[in-house]
């Protein structure tokens, strides 16, 4: 069995068996942990564990972490070292890299991701460095005969760098303009289409938009910036912009995650997005006011376009997504209700407004709870074009609107007329 088929192999060496129990539980299963509770200890078993990571507590009674460590270097030569501390002494990081050669260092108490992902990162070093061994030693077992082999090998293995280089390179230039989810259906082949997905929809619209055109600030049109405002809130919560014009757009969250955590996640973005245009308003001296609404659309069809064409240059196909239902248009419609009150609001149909009432409290930090969920008030159901059925809205109204206005808006509820909105 080679070393990269093995488990991982790490020991730890704290005086306080508490931090050995919390290590240890943090790890996944799979991984061999052995744990110490002296470097004495550690020291006796270390040649016959043959760890490949070596982590150890720098105060400890009798010996030191930085001493353990570099005596551990002389008995396990090629494990990566590295130090804990609850302390910050630069001194000591000093101290360790030139005695010890660590590799890492971690203050306690840890974050769990940190320290898996120093842990990862040195099993990654580890094998690295024991395959790059195993490799020279076998040139120089060859090298003789296999000179013009070895010479044709390195020049191969360039290549692949580049290659590997190139590829991660337009990776990270298509994950700027494709969505997560259909990248891993790429990696997964399994591109013909992504059938139907439960998403959370979030969709704005600018007040008085045809005011703001040929409107700049700081040297950008001003709808621009709202435009990048609101992609920034989505990204920033996990969803995705699927469209834009000048004065709206649309986005959705769920097409990579679940649906219930899209819902917090919808309504965090729905309010840093409100919060954030009246910032913009206020620096920029523009009155900028929008409708904001949310929507759940169950079993959302995403479709997958694929246009092929013959051309001068050769064969094009241009693949595009794009959601479409009865909901997608709904929850464009309803933002425009809003435009009946002041300041910018935020609408969301009864079905969010009880998905998000049974998750908020697990999906959402303590103190943001009450402040969104409390806020809902319903303005009762409405008529919209292509619907089948009344809408059930409640909003999350402005400072600017007055008890009156919803009244006001309540009234028109089952009103025939907005069938024409």
């Not at 200890?41 to 460590?69: H, N, W």
């Not at 090998?153 to 290659?163: M, P, R, S, V």
């Not at 298509?174 to 979030?202: F, M, N, S, T």
Request: aromatic share 6%; charged share 25%; net charge negative.
């Amino acid at each position: 069995m080679s070393q990269l088929d093995q488990k991982p192999i790490l020991l730890y060496v704290d005086d306080e068996p508490q931090n050995l129990v919390v290590f240890e539980a943090a790890l996944p299963e799979e991984w061999q942990v052995h744990t110490f509770t002296s470097a004495a200890q550690a020291l006796e078993k270390i040649d016959a564990i043959q760890p490949q990571v070596i982590v150890s507590d720098q105060r400890m009674p009798g010996m030191p972490g930085v001493q353990f460590l570099e005596i551990a270097k002389k008995i396990v030569p090629h494990a990566v070292r590295i130090i804990v501390t609850g302390y910050s002494d630069e001194d000591l990081i000093v101290e360790s890299v030139r005695k010890a050669h660590i590799f890492d260092y971690i203050r306690k108490p840890w974050d769990v991701d940190d320290l898996l992902a120093s842990l990862q990162r040195a099993l990654e070093l580890q094998r690295a460095e024991s395959q790059a061994r195993s490799l020279i030693h076998e040139l120089k077992m060859r090298e003789q005969s296999l000179r013009e082999s070895h010479q044709q090998l390195e020049a191969t293995l360039k290549d692949l760098q580049l290659a590997k280089h190139r590829e991660a390179e337009i990776r990270k230039e298509l994950e700027c303009w494709v969505p997560p989810a259909i990248l891993q259906r790429i990696h997964e082949q399994k591109l013909d289409g992504l059938e139907r997905r439960d998403l959370v929809l979030l969709a704005f619209d600018l007040i008085g938009s045809s005011q703001l055109h040929g409107v700049e600030f700081q040297g950008l049109p001003i709808r621009l910036q709202v435009i990048q405002l609101f992609t920034e809130c989505v990204l920033r919560h996990g969803g995705w912009r699927e469209s834009h014009s000048g004065d709206s757009a649309y986005a959705h969250f769920g097409l990579s995650d679940e649906l219930h955590p899209a819902a917090s996640a919808a309504l965090a973005a729905a309010n840093e997005f409100r919060v954030g245009l009246r910032s913009l308003s206020s620096r920029s001296g523009v009155s900028l006011e929008c409708g904001i609404s949310l929507h759940v659309a169950l079993s959302c069809p995403i479709h997958i376009h694929e246009t092929q064409l013959r051309t001068p240059r050769g064969p094009v196909t241009q693949k595009s997504f794009d959601t479409s239902s009865r909901d997608v248009d709904l929850v464009h419609r309803i933002e425009k209700l809003m435009h009946r009150l002041p300041g910018t609001n935020i609408v969301a149909t009864q079905a969010y407004v009880e998905l998000f009432r049974g998750r908020a409290h697990a999906d959402l930090p303590t103190a943001t709870v009450p402040i969104l969920v409390d806020k809902f008030s319903p303005i009762g159901s409405h008529h919209f074009a292509g619907q089948p059925d009344p809408v059930s809205l409640s909003v999350i109204a402005s400072d600017r609107v007055k008890p009156e206005d919803l009244q006001a808006l309540r009234d028109t509820a089952h009103e025939p007329t907005l069938k024409a909105a």
